[in-house]
């Protein structure tokens, strides 16, 4: 069975500062990875997906994140905090085998840059 | 290009009562997908489709209904409406291969109360 973890509901960082929100995953097969961006009242948008190339994945705006199998996570983190990353992160995972194309998702965290 | 269209994006409704929430893609995407959005919650998937003519059911398909006639048109019927049934409703398309890899585009949500 596949699930998703965000470990923290809420994060707050001040402007210009890093940003990290952390993300652990359970999946039975090599999992396809996903971090999107909901700003208030608007629809999702993909900020990088992991799908079993470099580990090391860049999206846009600054964002990135790691895909660690070792730990089951893959954290998203950005050097530098704008006002304009305030929005809900969910962190999505779909075990990447045929047939598959059913995303799950995590609670959410809400991130709050604080001028 | 308008990508995944929502309509409407409010709606109230009356316990009881019926409603269709259209959804129009433009990117020829075999594959698409409706979800809700409770309060502080991650999105679940209610009905998918592979494909004009084919549809299944997802983790919470229970009070709804959908239809794919054509490749552009992926309405959700809800034929009486409940309380349970306050959320966001997304609606999204994808290319996907099959193997969980392909990004999904969301539209912009219905918002809709049962009163």
């Known amino acids: 069975a596949q699930s998703v973890t965000q470990l923290d509901s809420h994060v707050s960082v001040s402007e210009g500062t890093p940003v990290l929100l952390r993300c652990n995953y359970s999946?039975?097969?090599?999992?396809?990875l996903f971090w999107y961006v909901q700003h208030p009242n608007k629809g999702l948008q993909l900020l990088l997906k992991?799908?079993?190339?470099?580990?090391l994945v860049k999206g846009i705006n600054g964002f990135e994140a790691e895909f660690k199998k070792s730990e089951t996570s893959f954290h998203l983190t950005k050097p530098s905090a704008h006002m304009s990353d305030a929005a809900e992160y969910f962190c999505?995972?779909?075990?990447?085998?045929?047939?598959?194309?059913?995303?799950?998702f995590g609670s959410g965290t809400r991130l709050l840059v604080r001028p | 290009n308008a990508g995944v269209t929502q309509t409407p994006k409010f709606r109230i409704l009356k316990i009881g009562q019926s409603m269709t929430l259209q959804c129009t893609q433009d990117?020829?995407?075999?594959?698409m997908y409706w979800y809700r959005q409770d309060p502080g919650m991650g999105l679940k998937l209610i009905y998918y489709?592979?494909?004009?003519?084919?549809?299944d059911k997802g983790e919470v398909p229970n009070g709804y209904n959908v239809s794919r006639s054509t490749t552009e048109d992926f309405p959700l019927r809800l034929e009486l409406a409940a309380p349970s049934q306050t959320s966001v409703y997304f609606c999204?398309?994808?290319?996907?291969?099959?193997?969980?890899?392909?990004?999904?585009?969301f539209g912009p949500g219905t918002r809709l109360t049962v009163l």
């Open positions: 999946s039975s097969y090599s999992p396809s």
């Open positions: 999204a398309s994808s290319m996907d291969r099959g193997r969980g890899t392909d990004t999904q585009y």
């Open positions: 489709s592979v494909g004009a003519g084919i549809t």
């Open positions: 992991y799908t079993s190339a470099a580990t």
């Open positions: 990117m020829n995407h075999n594959y």
């Open positions: 999505v995972v779909t075990p990447r085998m045929d047939s598959s194309y059913k995303l799950i």
